[in-house]
């Protein structure tokens, strides 16, 4: 079964530096999405992305915040400037197009975001 | 914004049990509800959805049922085994947005 994949597994990180965490989402889906889940807390979204451009994003996503498709595989999250509050479990999703909006969201097994 | 309330937080059951997870909903646009399933340090699963044209979907041991008008949906496991212990998100989606909403989780604990 296709997966989406993520790398890297743990990032490391001082405080106030870039970093980027990529994906490979599933080859044929065209919807690309970012969510973010805090040690011990929910799932929370972040950013959804379609035909090059962002089609939504949350309040989390702010200006230190910016995505992008590199290539026709990659999809990568940039954080400009990194606080402590970075730190989470970071997570990739992807979906297929259909005849409605809502078609399942397939997520990629995470990257840990540790800001020090 | 949506908002979706997930209960109960923690649920331990005993081998072969029902278990019941239930979630509210506030947004009246959301049209999909999806439940995922997440072992510790892994991927959030997905393993079963269900969208707003019907009121119940089954797939083996597990169903979800949904009532559009109560704005809530619940996940139903039966003849639990040990291997079902994880916590389980439920999520909704706005019509429109492509943005899910999660819950807070529920961890279940299967006892042998």
């Known amino acids: 079964e296709p997966e989406v994949t993520q790398t890297p597994s743990h990032q490391v990180t001082q405080m106030g530096q870039e970093v980027i965490l990529r994906c490979v989402p599933i080859?044929?889906?065209?919807?690309f999405y970012w969510y973010r889940q805090i040690l011990g807390q929910k799932v929370e979204f972040l950013v959804s992305?379609?035909?090059?451009?962002?089609?939504?994003k949350s309040e989390i996503f702010d200006d230190q915040f910016s995505v992008e498709r590199p290539d026709g595989s990659n999809f990568t999250l940039k954080i400009r400037s990194t606080k402590l509050e970075d730190s989470a479990m970071y997570f990739c999703?992807?979906?297929?197009?259909?005849?409605?909006?809502?078609?399942?969201?397939?997520f990629g097994d995470g990257t840990r975001l540790s800001i020090l | 914004g949506e908002n979706v309330e997930q209960h109960p937080s923690t649920l331990s059951v005993q081998e072969g049990d029902s278990a019941v997870i239930k979630c509210t909903y506030s947004?009246?646009?959301?049209?999909?509800f999806p439940w995922y399933k997440q072992e510790l340090g892994k991927r959030p699963q997905l393993i079963i959805d269900?969208?707003?044209?019907?009121g119940e979907k089954k797939d083996q041991r597990i169903a979800v049922t949904l009532n559009k008008t109560a704005k809530h949906f619940s996940l139903h496991i039966t003849e639990t085994q040990p291997e079902d212990s994880a916590v389980y998100f439920c999520?909704?989606?706005?019509?429109?947005?492509?943005?899910?909403?999660f819950g807070s989780g529920t961890r279940l604990q299967v006892q042998p």
């Open positions: 999703a992807s979906s297929g197009q259909g005849a409605t909006s809502n078609q399942p969201q397939h």
């Open positions: 999520a909704a989606m706005d019509t429109g947005r492509r943005a899910l909403t």
């Open positions: 947004d009246s646009a959301s049209n999909y």
């Open positions: 992305f379609y035909n090059n451009e962002i089609s939504e």
């Open positions: 080859s044929n889906h065209l919807y």
């Open positions: 269900i969208r707003s044209n019907v």
